[in-house]
């Protein structure tokens, strides 16, 4: 008699590296019933790493919503399906945001294809772009998230990575120009389809500088090699003046892909929707993909996104709400700058954008952050999970507590006063000398 194997998933699904990555391990930690276990108060437990903005929703954005709720027929025509590529008046108002906002030119709505989130959008990029033998290149470090949907691809797609992290100095593209040479030397001895980072960036809070953004793009343009860019944080940045690579799209550079999500600027987490933007060919190909994954994107969503969107850039309250939410943001990633100065002392990246730093705490990071969870409750992410250059780093994210300043001061003092009783320099070598 035939017997099953003894299971039916596939080899790559089953792999540690794949299913335990340091971020899922640390938030299956920090669930509430393992923190009652850990006979810590759930209540009392402060969180440094969320990846979520918590700030409101704009008043005219939920009006639409009530809208929409309040008219019987509109309501049954938001129950229909959209297009794959999405709604033409929602793919129109992307457009004139990214003109009116962000100074681009030369975008059409053949450029943009409309999605489920920017996570099943990317994951569908890889599936449009990548095959057996290609390789990707990403930053070191870089989202955690990317190697984790490339590898569910199989193991035949090969991820390089470029360091763009100086760990001795602790500072973000310190050095473009031996950057873009160890990127041009890259391209021509490995031949990478795809290029992938975001800006700003997670984990490091940082943006790509201008002028290396455009050599990028020129770079890799010459050498065959696709750009996609993530712009989930791209109404957080903390600078004077808007980037100019902001402006930069798809009908400049044909190589150059953008991907956007609701999550972070509106604080549309889980109302999921997200767009890209590239060449028409590229589009086309992303909406062959989509057919066979969502079919479409959420109707209603589209409905009260377009419809907020032409009422609030008609009457100038979009470019307010993003300015307040910003200055919110960059007030808090002032003080939690502040606090690592004031109780950690140790090296971090000040955020231009997003919602993030990391900090070089001197040992092996994991192990840190469960002590300190256990002893304190406060939760870090370890950085090993972004990339090698992290190993003796954590991640901080200040996004949650953006509106609670004085709890993440009491976070940031916990941890000093664990670190009081048992320091860093009596854990051991760090991984890197041991």
Wanted: net charge negative; hydrophobic share 40%; with cysteine.
């Amino acid at each position: 008699m035939e017997t099953m194997p003894k299971s039916p998933l596939v080899a790559r699904l089953q792999a540690d590296d794949l299913a335990h990555s340091p971020i899922r391990k640390i938030m299956a930690l920090a669930d509430r019933d393992n923190i009652v276990a850990m006979g810590l108060d759930p209540d009392e437990v402060i969180s440094f790493a969320g990846g979520w903005v918590n700030h409101e929703a704009p008043a005219l954005m939920r009006a639409e919503y009530e809208r929409i709720a309040a008219d019987a027929r509109l309501f049954h025509q938001t129950g229909g399906y959209s297009p794959t590529k999405g709604l033409p008046a929602l793919r129109e108002m992307l457009v004139r945001l990214d003109r009116e906002l962000y100074s681009g030119e030369g975008l059409s709505v053949d450029n943009v294809i409309i999605g489920q989130s920017s996570t099943q959008l990317t994951y569908c990029l890889f599936t449009a772009l990548l095959e057996a033998g290609d390789k990707v290149l990403l930053f070191d470090p870089t989202y955690a998230n990317y190697a984790p949907q490339i590898a569910l691809l199989g193991d035949d797609i090969e991820i390089l990575s470029l360091p763009v992290l100086d760990t001795e100095s602790w500072s973000y593209f310190a050095d473009p120009d031996s950057i873009l040479e160890n990127l041009e030397r890259m391209l021509v001895e490995q031949h990478p389809k795809l290029l992938l980072f975001s800006t700003p960036d997670n984990p490091t809070g940082r943006l790509v500088p201008d002028q290396a953004f455009d050599e990028i793009v020129a770079l890799t343009a010459r050498h065959g090699c696709m750009v996609a860019v993530d712009y989930a944080y791209r109404a957080q940045f903390f600078t004077e003046q808007q980037p100019a690579h902001f402006a930069v799209g798809p009908a400049q550079h044909e190589n150059l892909i953008r991907i956007h999500s609701n999550s972070k600027w509106c604080r549309g987490l889980g109302r999921r929707l997200g767009w890209i933007e590239a060449a028409p060919d590229i589009v086309d190909a992303l909406e062959l993909v989509q057919q066979g994954v969502i079919l479409c994107p959420d109707t209603l969503h589209q409905v009260a996104l377009a419809g907020y969107l032409e009422k609030a850039l008609d009457d100038g309250s979009l470019r307010t709400y993003l300015e307040d939410s910003r200055q919110c943001y960059a007030r808090a990633a002032r003080h939690m700058s502040r606090c690592i100065d004031e109780y950690l002392s140790m090296p971090y990246l000040q955020p231009e954008g997003g919602l993030y730093t990391v900090v070089d705490v001197g040992c092996e990071a994991e192990a840190l952050v469960y002590d300190i969870l256990a002893a304190t409750g406060v939760i870090f992410v370890p950085g090993a999970g972004f990339g090698a250059t992290l190993a003796t780093a954590i991640r901080v994210s200040f996004g949650p507590l953006v509106n609670d300043l004085e709890r993440m001061e009491e976070g940031f003092a916990r941890v000093r006063r664990y670190l009081d009783a048992s320091p860093i320099a009596e854990r051991g070598p760090t991984t890197a000398s041991a």
